[in-house]
């Protein structure tokens, strides 16, 4: 479920709440909001906690989506960066060609192959 989604979600329990007469302060509805939440959001919980004047709702409404957008730019980094290191380079030498042959291979193989190396 989308952070969104789930914002809306605690939303309606709050107004459902509300409408037989249980009314949330900002406090109690932020606590809701930061009980149901994974462990990606465990340091905004920590350093919004630590504010010493509180935040609204809407504060921390805003301040969760505009951080679920850096988890999602940061997963998609690392997924990236994963893929990389997956990538593998074969620098395997084949005894059958000749040593000029094998360099070839190498530079053919090497994401930084050797440039104006033919002489040696």
Do not use: W
């Not at 509300?18 to 350093?47: C, M, Q, W």
């Not at 997956?86 to 190498?106: G, H, M, R, W």
């Amino acid at each position: 479920m989308s952070l969104n989604k789930y914002l809306l979600k605690v939303k309606q329990t709050v107004d459902l709440l509300a409408s037989v007469g249980e009314t949330l302060n900002d406090r109690d509805h932020i606590s809701a909001i930061f009980k149901g939440l994974p462990n990606e959001y465990d340091t905004f919980i920590i350093s919004s906690n630590t504010r010493i004047e509180g935040y609204t709702v809407a504060e921390i409404e805003a301040l969760l989506l505009a951080s679920e957008s850096r988890i999602e730019k940061t997963d998609q980094e690392h997924e990236i960066s994963a893929n990389l290191a997956k990538t593998e380079v074969d620098y395997s030498i084949d005894p059958n060609l000749d040593f000029e042959a094998n360099i070839a291979q190498y530079n053919r193989n090497s994401r930084y192959p050797a440039q104006n190396r033919s002489n040696f």
